[in-house]
């Protein structure tokens, strides 16, 4: 028992205070922030979420993230807090892995569905009046960015099992030493959806050039609507490729040329923890997707600057 309790002292002196602190300051800012945005879409339901269609990516992201801030990121900050899983019972370690790949991958798919929906919203909005075609190009790849996610990784940490050692770290799922199952999963669920995301964000870049080439001389609002669009997914899916791309080159290198390189080279796993970030910094991002939200934020920015600039005046 002496030793036990020794080894467990150690690891929480083996502590990191300093990715301890950021993640815990970006968790409470993000959640400022996803509050913000879920109580005006709440507010304002019926203009911007039934009559929206582009906000219902946004209604998504932001939903994903309440989850993810509420859910899954507290037991990661409590790991660096701490040195070691507080939590790391089994059943307990299964449902965490769970919830966390599939948190993850929703969030990564919703993006790369709204890349390619965001060509069909600019250039082919006409599309999505019809209900059949609105359902099969709008709703249907939300669902299934939700339910795919969470179906794969039951299935794979399901028909994969195996004895776990008792441990105070909470243990990788058992299919990750599967070598198929592990390449299957990034190439599939990381690989994927990010290359799907920079595709189509540059084909999009390309075509809205050509569209402002062609309409230079007589600017129109449909133009300035083109742009607008197109720098809010730009700028989400930059998050996503800035946060996930540099782990992912890492783990294809790892997987088919060198095996050991992130022991040769430990300071690489600060790529990894680049990935908790993108989660909470999505809100800030989907505030520019709601200029009804920011436009009401800066009104009451001034009013609030200018009240505070007023003299008081005495009254008789």
Not at 275 to 284: E, I, K, M, S
Request: aromatic fraction near 14%; include cysteine; charge should be positive.
């Amino acid at each position: 028992m002496e030793e036990d309790n020794t080894t467990v002292t150690d690891e929480v002196i083996s502590g990191d205070p300093i990715k301890f602190i950021l993640l815990l300051i970006t968790e409470i800012l993000s959640y400022l922030c996803t509050l913000l945005i879920l109580s005006f879409l709440l507010f304002n339901w019926r203009s911007l979420i039934i009559k929206g269609l582009r906000n219902h990516f946004i209604l998504s992201l932001v939903l994903v993230t309440f989850i993810y801030l509420t859910l899954d990121l507290p037991f990661t900050i409590q790991y660096y807090e701490l040195g070691y899983d507080m939590h790391h019972s089994i059943l307990f370690c299964l449902w965490w892995y769970w919830l966390d790949y599939t948190l993850v991958v929703i969030c990564i798919f919703l993006t790369a569905a709204a890349s390619i929906q965001r060509h069909i919203l600019i250039f082919h909005a006409h599309w999505l009046h019809q209900y059949r075609l609105r359902w099969m190009l709008h709703f249907v790849p939300i669902l299934a960015c939700f339910v795919y996610p969470g179906v794969f990784y039951l299935v794979v940490m399901s028909i994969h099992p195996c004895v776990y050692d008792e441990s105070i770290y909470c243990p990788a799922p058992c299919y990750t030493e599967n070598i198929i199952l592990f390449n299957l999963d990034w190439i599939l669920n990381t690989a994927f959806p990010l290359s799907t995301i920079i595709l189509a964000n540059i084909t999009l870049i390309v075509r809205v050039i050509r569209s402002m080439k062609k309409t230079r001389r007589r600017p129109s609002l449909t133009w300035k609507r083109q742009r607008k669009l197109t720098l809010q997914l730009v700028a989400l899916s930059s998050l996503f490729v800035l946060g996930w791309a540099p782990s992912t080159v890492v783990s294809i290198v790892q997987s088919f040329a060198l095996p050991t390189l992130f022991s040769d080279i430990p300071e690489l796993d600060y790529l990894n923890y680049l990935t908790y970030f993108v989660c909470p910094l999505q809100p800030f991002l989907c505030l520019f997707g709601l200029p009804e939200l920011l436009k009401s934020l800066t009104t009451s920015f001034k009013l609030l600057f200018r009240r505070s600039r007023v003299n008081p005046v005495n009254t008789v």
